[in-house]
């Protein structure tokens, strides 16, 4: 072969290689350092770059998206004397790829370091209660150290979450027995709140009832009330219009009094001075004559005036009789003359007289 061919060949690939060394092709979201002889040069960003070959150096490409980091749970110890693990999350961004490659030599084990730091500072300061019920504050206390700290190294945390905080076994089972303590009490308010509530409910619907039993046992007592003030007042006025004497109030006074004796409890009942004289009133109705009746009245009239009509007839026949016989003297004293003006002119009979007024008296 030619050996100016090959020589050819020799500058060729020596000026491809020559290109490809000066030609950098940076991602999206990736910054690349470049050191001249050594020296920081300038910051590659993304796309096309070009770089002088064998005097410029680039570095590993930094990626300036949010990362996530995930740090292994630290022993802490709370206020209290109690080592609890705490598991943190911590999320940060490079916003300065030359201070994140030349101001600390592994800004991810910084960071870690420091979170750990600070993590036992913070909670340092709190017993484990605080510590489980704080977590906003132990992370916006740690974003605020971290930020402050690693703002020079060109990098800013934007958030910090605590992932879990283990306490000891032991202290698990005391706070399991603690919560289960807790539960069961407020069970027991809630049932003594209940009963209580069904208690005065109780108590109110009794009271309602009781209520409403009591205005019906009025409202029965006044219609009693009123029924036996009508009844007193009907008997009352039935008593006046009657017009009944001292007699009959002295036996309805007598028949009441064994109504006294008829209570459960009674061994003895005291008579009132009252009954002598309501004795006396019977015993004076029972001796003296009752009155008289109206039918009574009109039957012994009825027999009077059949009496008198009786006597008046047997009085009417001896004057006829007498009359008679005082005729008959007369007729032997005068003659014959008087016989003849007797006949002409006869004598009223004074028998059929009195038997006439006899007749009237028992037809009236």
Do not use: C
Request: aromatic share 4%; charged share 25%.
């Amino acid at each position: 072969m030619d050996p100016s061919v090959i020589a050819g060949i020799i500058v060729a690939l020596l000026v491809v290689f020559v290109v490809l060394r000066s030609v950098r092709i940076v991602p999206q979201a990736r910054a690349g350092n470049v050191e001249r002889l050594g020296r920081y040069n300038r910051t590659l960003g993304p796309g096309l770059n070009f770089v002088i070959p064998f005097v410029d150096r680039v570095r590993p490409l930094i990626d300036l998206r949010e990362q996530v980091v995930s740090f292994k749970p630290q022993p802490v110890i709370t206020e209290d004397n109690l080592v609890v693990d705490i598991d943190t999350v911590l999320y940060f961004q490079v916003t300065d790829p030359r201070a994140a490659a030349y101001e600390i030599a592994n800004f991810i084990q910084g960071v870690e370091q420091l979170t750990v730091t600070t993590l036992r500072n913070v909670v340092g300061g709190m017993d484990l209660e605080k510590t489980l019920t704080s977590r906003d504050t132990i992370n916006s206390q740690l974003r605020g150290v971290l930020d402050e700290a690693t703002g020079k190294w060109g990098i800013r945390v934007n958030r910090v979450e605590i992932k879990a905080i283990d306490p000891p076994k032991t202290i698990k089972e005391a706070m399991e027995k603690q919560m289960r303590a807790e539960r069961d009490k407020r069970a027991a308010i809630l049932t003594a709140e209940g009963l209580r509530q069904s208690q005065i409910l109780t108590a109110e619907g009794e009271k309602q009832s009781a209520i409403l039993r009591a205005e019906g046992e009025r409202t029965s007592q006044i219609l009693k009330a009123e029924g036996q003030a009508q009844a007193i007042d009907e008997v009352f006025q039935a008593v006046h219009r009657n017009d009944p004497d001292p007699k009959m109030l002295a036996y309805q006074y007598l028949q009441v009094l064994p109504q006294l004796a008829n209570g459960q409890g009674n061994t003895f009942w005291v008579i009132p001075s009252e009954v002598t004289s309501a004795l006396q009133g019977v015993s004076r109705a029972f001796t003296e004559a009752l009155p008289r009746s109206a039918a009574t009245r009109d039957r012994e009239e009825r027999e009077q005036e059949r009496v008198a009509g009786t006597e008046a007839v047997a009085e009417a026949e001896r004057a006829a009789a007498e009359a008679k016989a005082a005729a008959e003297d007369s007729e032997i004293g005068t003659g014959l003359p008087r016989q003849i003006e007797t006949a002409r002119n006869p004598l009223p009979d004074p028998l059929d007289a009195a038997r006439r007024q006899a007749d009237r008296t028992t037809e009236t």
